[in-house]
């Protein structure tokens, strides 16, 4: 008889997640307990209670509301060593504990200069943290980074990024991302630095076409010009650009929640076009974007695709594996995922 399902069966299957911002998957409860310790430390006595600023059950932030969430609160809160690590295995343990085998976590390199932290004491130290977790046993999900430039950067800040990658790369760094307000900068002058990166052989994933100011002809023709492994959010492309897309084979990060909360689709899950990918026959990824801001862990987003799109038992286990061929890690992972998978599909028959 086949497994009913329901909230507690996703949560049991084996995850991939390969969209996921480490400051924004923070919980608030990790937060909250950040600000406590500083509290009791008179640190950063001015800064708001997270459970005040960012109320728990919020989750209707939209593009205008969402990005000041980060400059104006969160990265005030997380701003030394001590709270940079505690936010970080706070997030390993939460995506550990909904069952993600395979996690691609993607934060920005940042300077806190009035702690003495350089940007890359910052990618160091969240690097040792994923080694510690991988070489736990104990832990069945293995974790790698990948390093954003954020569209506020300049060309030099994104060429920074990209040397960062490259020396770092052996140490656990796959691949450069695209990420920021879409409704700020000219991507054009990352082209250099992007082409730079994918001919040194890193992998590539670029936020693409989130709203419609970001999905200019010109922008999305020059990300594509970079030949991208993988692109987040594919919202607002003509069939020009879907062609593309498919000719290429790029993988496709989906993220319904985050879609559907920050208003980025027009409509409910049910409009989300995760109806047209999954058709494609590109790698389609369901991902969390920022499970701390949008509050639905991927086990959830699962069930929700699985109730909006009537998911039958195979389709959920061709959603599952379609990752694999477009994860960054290699072959050595890809090997290690399908072992996991042939072990579970006994479960999903
Ligand atoms: P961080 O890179 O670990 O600091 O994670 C937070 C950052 O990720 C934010 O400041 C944004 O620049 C970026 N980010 C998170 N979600 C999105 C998104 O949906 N679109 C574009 N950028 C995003
Ligand atoms: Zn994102």
Known sequence: MSAPLDARFFKSVPKIELHAHLTGSISREALHHIWQTKQAHSLSPDLEDPLVAIPPGKVDYDIKTFFPLFSSYIYKLCSDSASIEYSTKAVLADFQADGI????LRTTPRAIPERGISKEDYVKTILALLKTHNEDQANTMRAFLIISVDRRNTAAEAEEVVDLALKYRSKGIVGIDLCGNPAVGDVRIFTNAFKRAKAAGLKLTLHFAETEASATDVELETLLSWQPDRLGHVIHVKQQFRDAIEKQQIGVE?????????????????????????HSSVPVTLSTDDVGVFC?????????????????????KELCLSPISSIFAGAEEQVRLKDIYSAWEGQIA
């Open 101 to 104: 085998v395979y996690l691609e």
């Open 254 to 278: 989906l993220c319904l929640s985050c879609n559907v909360h920050a208003k980025m689709i027009t409509g409910t899950y049910s409009d989300h076009h995760f109806g047209t990918w999954r």
């Open 296 to 316: 639905s862990p991927l086990s959830e987003e699962y069930l929700l695709a699985a109730q909006h799109f009537n998911l039958s038992h195979g389709e959920i």
